[in-house]
Every structure is written in structure tokens, then in C-alpha cells.
């Protein structure tokens, strides 16, 4: 079946490190990817998304390119901030059969040291 | 804008206990969405509606169940609550299909005894 596999946390950075959250899918057709973030006690928040393959999303520095050949969608950033410290999760969607499917990542932490 | 609201933020129940979960939204949205979230299993949906007076199951609905009368509120409900079903519940909702962008309520965190 369906599935998003996010690479296990929790990441530990120092503030202007690099960053790479991987992320990779299974599904049949041609699903939509997101990158959601939560910060603590809050509920979640679209960070970017990309509906078609090569596409690429993009927001407050972050950016994250939907590979159709590794079924992967990738989340990067350049330069973290203490501020970034949450946890990220990558989900598809798709509708198939006459169903709505979202199926969410198991979520990755990220802490960033000053 | 409220955007998306959850009542309560937090409840104790013992099993076998009914409670309903409201989730409200002022942006006009069709779609709406309940999820359960557990460590280490990121976010399940329970069950959607893609307007008023429509609902469907999503991945984990049993021992739930919604209801949409009105297009601004989704309500989820436990009639017999059981440990298994301890969480944290939240609501979302998107202005059409799943393409979209959904919007998060705070969370409801429930806690079967």
C-alpha cells in the first residue's frame, strides 16, 4: 500500500548548520507531497508542497524538489536557526477510487543548538 | 479569523465512557478532516467530509464516528472510549480537494483510563 517513510530524529544541528530531512514515498499514481511542521503544543503547518514531478517547493528558506524516479521528496535548508527547532513531517495525498488518501510521515525532530 | 478550533484542548475519560470532540471552522472550508496522532506513527486519518452533510472513513475508523450538519463543524465522536484510543485528536480542514493546503486545529489531547 501507500506509505511515507522519514528518516528517524532526532536531528541535532547547530544554528547555520546545513540540513536534510529525507523523505521517500510509495504510491501508486501521481500523489501530491508536503512538508508539515509543528512546534510545540501547536497543531500543524504546511511549510511547502509540489503536486507533480520536478516540482519544487519552496518557503522561509526551506526548499524540497519531488523526485518521480527515488520517490523521494527531500527537505533542505541552507542555513537552521534556533527558531526552526520542531518537528517535520512529510505526507502525500491523493485520491484514488473515489477516496481521499493523506498519509503522514512519522514525523522528525529537529533540534537546533545556538 | 479563528481559522480552526478544537474543544476541548483536554479530557479524561474511563473506558467505556461516550464523549464528542467539535472542531470549528470560520473560513468557509468544504473539507474536513479528523486525525489521530501516536508516537511513533505520525498522523491517521479517522474520517473526512467533503461538504455538509457528507462524511467517509479514512484509514483507522473504527469505534468512531462524525457528523457534519453544519459546514462550519465537524464533530468526532466515541461512544464506548477504550485506552487504545488515547491520543491526541486533530481537526483540519482544506477549501477543496487533497491537493490543497489543510489547516491544523491546536489538537485535543485524550486520555482513556
Known amino acids: 500500500g501507500d506509505s511515507v517513510t522519514q528518516m528517524e530524529g532526532p536531528v541535532t544541528l547547530s544554528e547555520e548548520a546545513f540540513l536534510t530531512i529525507n523523505c521517500t514515498y510509495t504510491?501508486?499514481?501521481?500523489?501530491?507531497l508536503f512538508w508539515y511542521v509543528q512546534y510545540p503544543g501547536e497543531g500543524l503547518q504546511l511549510l511547502l508542497k509540489?503536486?507533480?514531478?520536478?516540482d519544487k517547493g519552496s518557503n522561509k528558506g526551506f526548499e524540497a524538489t519531488y523526485r518521480k524516479e527515488t520517490t523521494s521528496f527531500h527537505l533542505e535548508k541552507g542555513s537552521v536557526q534556533v527558531s526552526d527547532s520542531a518537528v517535520y513531517f512529510c505526507?502525500?495525498?491523493?485520491?484514488?477510487?473515489?477516496?481521499?488518501?493523506?498519509?503522514f510521515g512519522t514525523g522528525t525532530r529537529l533540534k537546533v543548538l545556538a | 479569523n479563528a481559522g480552526v478550533t478544537q474543544t476541548p484542548k483536554f479530557r479524561v475519560l474511563k473506558t467505556g465512557q461516550s464523549m464528542t470532540l467539535l472542531c470549528a471552522q470560520d473560513?468557509?472550508?468544504?473539507?474536513m478532516y479528523w486525525y489521530r496522532q501516536d508516537p511513533g506513527m505520525g498522523l491517521r486519518l479517522i474520517h473526512y467530509?467533503?461538504?455538509?452533510?457528507?462524511?467517509a472513513k479514512g484509514e483507522v475508523p473504527d469505534g468512531y464516528n462524525v457528523s457534519r450538519l453544519k459546514k462550519q463543524n465537524f464533530l468526532l465522536g466515541l461512544e464506548s472510549a477504550a485506552p487504545s484510543q488515547t491520543s491526541v485528536y486533530f481537526c483540519?480542514?482544506?477549501?477543496?480537494?487533497?491537493?490543497?493546503?489543510?489547516?491544523f486545529g491546536p489538537g485535543t489531547r485524550l486520555l482513556v483510563l
Open positions: 483540519a480542514s482544506t477549501p477543496g480537494g487533497p491537493v490543497e493546503t489543510q489547516y
Open positions: 504510491a501508486t499514481g501521481y500523489p501530491s
Open positions: 509540489a503536486t507533480k514531478a520536478d
Open positions: 505526507a502525500l495525498s491523493k485520491f484514488t477510487s473515489g477516496t481521499y488518501k493523506y498519509i
Open positions: 473560513m468557509n472550508h468544504e473539507y
Open positions: 467530509s467533503v461538504g455538509e452533510g457528507t462524511t
